[in-house]
């Protein structure tokens, strides 16, 4: 069985030794992504910003490996505050709220002091 490993471009993957995502056979392995910015390497400052950027390089991520996020089975939220639950539950909502996979959300410190949220998900995409 075939492994692809799929990147977002981020400089972290490298010096971290991580890829965004892997494939093996019909399982997409999603690594926990922050709210950063590939593009200008920017971390929004709101927790809404930052979620709708993790939501964004996570479906790139499924994309590139042929999965949608229909195909998403589980989540695993991390965030550094409690009271951010309910603000993020509405964004989380609108993309999940139809595909309703099982999830997890952590209350946790995150490596560095501007993130405030981290994603992760499992899709699997067999019969």
Same mark, same amino acid.
């Given at each position: ?14 010096? =971290? *030794?991580? #890829?965004? /995502?892997? &494939? ?5 392995? %999603? ?5 950063? @910015? ?26 590139? =490996? *042929?999965? #949608?996020? /229909?195909? &998403? ?5 991390? %965030? ?5 639950? @309910? ?33 992760? &998900? ?6």
């Amino acid at each position: 069985m075939t492994r692809k490993l799929i990147s977002s471009g981020s400089p972290f993957e490298k010096t =971290a *030794g991580y #890829s965004r /995502a892997v &494939v093996k056979g019909d399982w997409c392995f %999603v690594s926990g992504t922050t709210g950063y @910015d590939y593009a200008t390497m920017t971390m929004p400052e709101t927790l809404e910003e930052q979620a709708r950027n993790c939501l964004k390089t996570i479906e790139n991520a499924l994309r590139q =490996a *042929g999965f #949608s996020l /229909a195909d &998403v089975v589980r989540n695993h939220y991390y %965030v550094t505050d409690a009271s951010f639950a @309910d603000r993020v539950f509405p964004i989380l909502g609108e993309v999940f709220g139809e595909i309703r996979p099982a999830a997890t959300m952590v209350v946790c410190d995150l490596i560095r002091p501007e993130m405030l949220i981290e994603i992760e &998900v499992t899709a699997f995409r067999g019969a």
